[in-house]
């Protein structure tokens, strides 16, 4: 199983390009990044309050990720999450692909909704047909990733022929993991995802919650052998915590999410060491 790590990416944080270069001389596999593109004000009591003064601080995740890519040659770079109902579609398709080409294809998407709030602000899509308009986001996104002159007719999302150029370095696409925690949700992103990206936080059971990952994928015709598996470990967890995930079957696990001291930059360096000794360990 590999290690990676998510940062906050706020000014506030370690920057990008230096962050992915202690990364890389540690052995961790990957680095992660999420966003917030807008927060309404009126909505701030639907976020956690703890995290809140960074959400909303946070850089691009493309741009940032782009650093870390110039600064390394082997890390991966990961989404946690990235948002696709919030972004112009044409514009995030080339983003994305560009990002990719550029790191020789080094790039994961983990997909997610977002917050209800901030759905309201970008879109006008109801908040009970967001999984809907997801999938549907992501085969539209497909086209304009592999066709030469993709159009798409879709319940949500409707263009004609058009040229979208770079391309993905890696074909047909980057992998594109489901942020979800529900069962339902899990079940409606099961049709185009290549694999799972949940939080350990949100389950009493993990090992539970895998197995039910493995029968959504089952009962939609998927095998899961074959999905990425990759759990996002919050706190300072355990290396007994960590093999055990790897036992489960998880190809990799990120850190730093909810870590103490996770707004003092200066703090960073000091937790990649504690996890650079098992870096090893866990992949054997």
Request: a negative charge.
């Amino acid at each position: 199983m590999d290690l990676g790590f998510v940062s906050l990416n706020t000014p506030r944080d370690m920057a990008p390009g230096v962050l992915g270069q202690e990364l890389e001389t540690r052995r961790f596999e990957s680095l992660w990044v999420g966003e917030h593109p807008q927060i309404p004000v009126s909505a701030r009591d639907q976020f956690p309050a703890g995290l809140l003064a960074a959400q909303k601080r946070m850089w691009d995740p493309l741009l940032s990720l782009m650093m870390a890519a110039q600064a390394t040659t082997k890390l991966r770079l990961g989404t946690a999450v990235v948002l696709p109902l919030e972004r112009e579609l044409f514009t995030f398709a080339k983003e994305v692909a560009t990002l990719d080409q550029m790191s020789a294809g080094r790039l994961l998407l983990g997909v997610g909704v977002g917050f209800r709030a901030e759905l309201e602000v970008s879109r006008s899509i109801g908040w009970s047909d967001r999984y809907r308009a997801l999938a549907d986001t992501v085969t539209a996104l497909g086209s304009l990733w592999e066709d030469d002159e993709p159009e798409y007719h879709g319940e949500f999302i409707d263009f004609g022929p058009v040229w979208s150029y770079p391309k993905p370095y890696q074909r047909p696409r980057p992998k594109l993991l489901a942020a979800t925690t529900g069962r339902k949700a899990t079940r409606d992103c099961m049709p185009w995802t290549d694999g799972w990206l949940p939080g350990d936080a949100a389950f009493n059971d993990v090992s539970s919650a895998l197995a039910d990952f493995r029968h959504a994928a089952e009962d939609a015709g998927r095998d899961p052998a074959t999905l990425d598996l990759t759990i996002m470990a919050w706190g300072e967890p355990s290396l007994a915590t960590l093999a055990g995930y790897r036992e489960l079957g998880f190809n990799r696990a990120v850190v730093g999410g909810g870590r103490r001291d996770a707004h003092d930059s200066g703090a960073t360096l000091s937790y990649l060491d504690r996890y650079a000794s098992t870096v090893d360990e866990l992949r054997s």
